[in-house]
């Protein structure tokens, strides 16, 4: 797969196949990935806590918030929940300020499950200290984002933008995903 038609393939999935599983082995080198990524200044402060249990993945569920702009949906229903979660931490013993390493962490992450024909997505909305306490996480870790992986029982369309610029994804009545995007002219600045 060329490496535009990954990234266009690596769009946030929320609805997937919930019965298909992903091994604690395909996480790990998920995770490797990540590891390999570059860190501001090579601190490396990230840590990965890696789920693929139904009661583990149960913990992790009720803290996340799914779809800002789908209002009238409060995330996926049973048998279409994540099969597993990565969550990025952040080591605040070795840096306080994580920069940008978890978002670049993610997407590497996110790139590596779309080669691998899963897709993610991240989750920034999350309860943290509440989640933090159901896994029992040291307090030295501060939970940055958590990435939900899994097979997908939905697609993603990119749209242009529409004319009145709303930014807003929706979900079509074929049950598909559209994401409107800028276009390339307009985000070049000369």
Request: charged share 30%.
């Amino acid at each position: 797969m060329a490496f535009k038609e990954l990234v266009i393939s690596s769009r946030s999935c929320r609805r997937f196949r919930e019965d298909e599983k992903i091994s604690r082995e395909i996480l790990e080198e998920l995770v490797d990935l990540a590891r390999l990524s570059p860190s501001g200044g090579n601190r490396q402060p990230l840590k990965f806590y890696l789920e693929n249990s139904p009661g583990g993945n149960s913990k992790i569920f009720p803290h996340l918030a799914w779809a800002g702009y789908l209002s009238d949906w409060d995330g996926p229903e049973e048998g279409e929940r994540p099969a597993a979660y990565i969550i990025i931490l952040q080591d605040t013993r070795i840096r306080e300020n994580p920069g940008c390493d978890h978002g670049i962490a993610a997407q590497s992450i996110l790139l590596g499950a779309a080669e691998q024909g899963f897709r993610g997505c991240m989750i920034g909305s999350v309860k943290r200290e509440r989640l933090s306490e159901d896994l029992g996480l040291d307090g030295r870790y501060r939970i940055m984002l958590v990435v939900a992986l899994g097979f997908p029982a939905e697609e993603a369309v990119l749209e242009e933008m529409p004319e009145n610029g709303s930014i807003k994804y929706w979900r079509g009545e074929d049950g598909r995903h559209h994401v409107p995007k800028r276009a390339l002219e307009e985000i070049i600045i000369h």
